[in-house]
């Protein structure tokens, strides 16, 4: 007898070509094995569609069934908005959907379709002499719809913005299958309400992204890249004003690491060599870019007042490229290196710049205070105030003890985000892993306008049900 998945699997397959649809098993794999393994349920299938007329197609024939579907791009992000919550989803990969339709570096932008890997864009735009500049740590797999749909953020945010601020225009299959045709080139357009702003962010919620138009920028001549030794978050929001005012837009990145995640990445084989210029409690990574005309040789400029301020006593400028390259690497790798040590509490949050020196510290006393002896490792994009403020377990702690007290941790911390009116996501978004915090935090009419905006395009509730509004 035919059971309703095999009917269901025959169906996708009739849409979308034989090949088209993955069932539960070994070959589901890839597609829900988060990167924080926090979530375990199979889909109902993947389906695979290779155009844009397929995907209006399958969600056609999911929103006559009421089957729910989970978009998907390359199965990276950090709060399970991509993977299954109830186990009756069917997963739409985009990875077929992987074409740059169009690219004008002189203009300043590109057409990529949502299964685009990121790193394939940066290429693309390289090529041509510019850049798309939305860096981020998986860029080897994640793809332009889930970099849109979750609003990425990145190492360069304080000079180009974020996934929103890069994009001009998206086309999208609504819930009823139609076409948003969004895809424009303009800079200006005050026709109506920004639908891209309302998409992009909204996790899948609302529509599925199958391409965007991207903006693009010259490629820089030149960089001039340094590791800087600092004492505290107070002495690097200090030198960020002062790097800030010498550099002005040619301070393209500024990121803030604490030495206990330079001994981890040592400590587990990530790093060959201490790439740092001497041991200091904290270090701040930056970096200026340099336009064909721009006088180059200002970062050792900018940095000899800081030196005679106190605010640092030593530095590693790179010299060459592959120690770019490795100074990057440190920073890239802060992330991955904390589950090698063992179980870690995650917080993607972001205040006002000038608040993130209080945020830290606060933060970690008041995490002390919930979980003595637990190992702080705040970083990350100190330019912009989104600081990933993680918890690796007490040495010689139970992985699974320390994890079953998260609840603590979290609390804590966000208890010193809100009071400093910051935001508890700052650019990993809120999938299912931050719905109830989103309904203890959000202002209540903003969440009233958000269940009327999903009502309204997505009435049958069958786009990610469950992520980001519970």
Known sequence: ????????????????????????????ARFIDEPRRRFHTA?????????????????????????PLIPQGGNTGLVGGQVPLSGQEVIVSLERLNRIRSIDAATGHMTA???????KAHEAAEAEGAIFPLWI???????IGGVLASNAGGVQVLAYGNARELCLGVEAVTADGRLYAGLNTLRKDNTGYDLKDLLIGSEGTLAILTAATLKLFPRPAAYETAVVNVAGPEQALALFYRMKAAAGARLTAFE?????????????????SDATASMSPWYVLLEFSYGEADRQGVLAEALEPAFEAGLTDDAVLAGSLAQRQQLWAMREQMSEVQSREGASIKHDVCVDIADVPQLIAEGMEAAERAVPGIRPCPFGHLGDGNIHFNF????????????????????AVYEVVLRLGGSVSAEHGIGQLKTKVLEEVKDPVALDMMRAIKQALDPHRILNPGKVLA
């Open 43 to 67: 889909a109902q299938a993947v389906a695979l569609p290779s155009s844009v007329e397929q995907v209006q197609a399958l969600v056609r024939w999911a929103a006559a069934k009421r089957i």
């Open 256 to 272: 803030l690491m604490p030495r206990f995640g330079i001994d981890m990445l040592l400590r587990h084989g990530m790093m060959s």
């Open 1 to 28: 007898m035919t059971t309703p998945t095999t009917s269901l699997h025959a169906e996708i397959a009739t849409l979308l070509g034989e090949g088209a649809v993955v069932p539960p098993g070994a070959a589901m």
């Open 113 to 119: 379709e949502a299964g685009v890997i990121l790193e």
């Open 137 to 143: 740590a998986s860029q080897g797999s994640a793809r």
């Open 392 to 411: 690796s377990q007490p040495i010689g702690a139970d992985p699974k003890a320390f994890m079953a007290g998260a609840d603590a941790v979290h609390d």
